[in-house]
């Protein structure tokens, strides 16, 4: 991934919860508290958490990337579960990918229902057929071994279709809190890394 120009101001990144939203001991929220240093962090709301409809959170993350970043100043996704799917559509369909810098896109289920334990929900069906197009932008995936809600195998599919660099996890369940990844430091580690932070 390209450095951006070094700047004393931290670059700007959005953070794209899954369906339900992430939890108050979430590492997406334990990193907006930890690491406002590193990163000027921005929580992407969406109307509703419980029944998410793609062309409405696409239409959020559209509003937002156009509120926070320029050509000039491109932001950082951080991305989770279901948020993953939500760049890969939103960056197939926006005019506006060139002002994202990469995207780190952590445990993306698998939407098309063939490894996600006891199928995927009515309430994620509208996210079907998975938008599987290249991303315009710098991506990463990381994904578990044990992931419920996907393969090793899909996760590392869509990576592949995404363009995306890749990184198996291990046995680390869905990255979440509930698999005990609140603050995950290692995975911090990684985005700074990866990104340059």
Known sequence: MAVNKVSTVPPKALLL?????SSPGHWQRRWAEQHVDRLRFTWVEQDDWAWPRRGDWMARLDETVLAQATVDEPILLLAHS?????VAAWAAHSRHTRRVRGA?????????GESFQGGVPPQLHNW???????????????????DPHASLERAQSLARDWGAEWEGLGPMGHVNEASGHGDWPEGWQGLRVWAGI
């Open 128 to 146: 079907q057929k998975v938008v599987r197009q290249a991303l315009p932008f710098d991506a990463r995936v990381l994904a578990s071994s044990n």
């Open 82 to 86: 279901l948020g993953c799917h939500l």
């Open 17 to 21: 919860p899954g369906w339900r939203n």
């Open 104 to 112: 780190f896109l952590v445990a993306p289920p698998d939407l098309d």
